[in-house]
């Protein structure tokens, strides 16, 4: 390949792009529009001026069928005035009309079917326009709508949604570990509440036995005496070198009985 075609291709790949580049869709659709209408107007003019052309030709011809019909009757008229050089000259000049009526008869058949055709034309490129003004409505709606998706998607694809994700995972994170924080500290203050009640139960179980050690090791006051006060009862009292064997015995059961006790927790 020659370097003058090689630059000639180039040249032509770059013009094409560019003109791709400036086609605007919807401008080219009415381009094109205006110059079917263009066309249009010219084959009006086309088909005026056709069938202005066949009335010329078709007058023509009529009068030239006039004339043939003059020169007949011309030549007749000689014949019977006996004058047949002036007959004979009446009858070329009917041949010469004849030959140009018939000249003129082929012409104004090509002329009809000439205008017959420009007719048809007319009425297929007037349907073609209402069809494409038709087409151009609907494609201009679709132009509008591709657009309005392009521009869409354009401003999507603007968005920075990774860092907005980001932001809401943060958020996220952060309400979940507050959240753990508040049902930590709610376990905590359920665990303490549970072991203050449970020291107050052992507190409780100890003080009952306590006291019911202290009952278990008092003596046991007669039914019948009544009780003394405390200082007649210190003194009455007899002293603990002389304690009973029945009192020795009731504490002796009472230290078996918390022996059993122990021995049981």
Do not use: C, H
């Not at 023509?60 to 011309?74: G, P």
């Not at 995972?169 to 509440?193: C, H, I, T």
């Not at 029945?246 to 122990?262: G, I, K, T, Y």
Request: charged share 25%; proline share 4%.
């Amino acid at each position: 390949m020659g370097l003058f075609d090689r630059i000639k291709r180039v040249v032509s790949a770059n013009l094409n792009d560019l003109v791709n580049k400036a086609e605007d869709p919807e401008k080219m659709l009415e381009q094109a529009i205006l110059e079917m209408q263009e066309d249009l107007v010219q084959l009006r003019q086309g088909v005026a001026q056709a069938i202005a052309a066949q009335k010329r030709t078709e007058k023509q011809y009529n009068d030239a069928q006039n004339e043939i019909n003059k020169w007949q009757r011309n030549a007749q008229l000689a014949v019977q005035k006996g004058d047949e050089n002036l007959a004979r000259q009446a009858l070329e000049r009917k041949k010469t009309y004849t030959e140009t009526g018939n000249a003129l008869k082929t012409s104004l058949d090509q002329q009809n079917t000439q205008i017959e055709t420009l007719k048809r034309n007319l009425i297929q490129l007037e349907s073609k326009i209402s069809e494409a003004k038709t087409k151009k409505e609907m494609l201009k709606a679709r132009i509008t709508t591709a657009k309005a998706q392009e521009q869409l998607q354009g401003m999507v694809r603007g968005m920075n949604t990774s860092s907005a994700m980001a932001a809401f995972e943060r958020m996220e994170e952060k309400v979940l570990m507050q959240e753990a924080r508040a049902q930590s500290a709610a376990e905590l203050a359920g665990a303490d509440l549970e072991t203050q009640f449970a020291q107050l139960e052992a507190g409780s179980d100890v003080d009952d036995e306590l006291a019911a050690l202290k009952a278990s090791l008092a003596p046991a006051t007669p039914p019948n005496q009544p009780q003394l006060p405390p200082q007649q009862e210190q003194q009455q009292s007899p002293p603990p070198a002389q304690s009973t064997p029945q009192s020795n015995n009731v504490v002796d059961s009472e230290l078996e009985a918390l022996r059993r006790q122990l021995d049981q927790m």
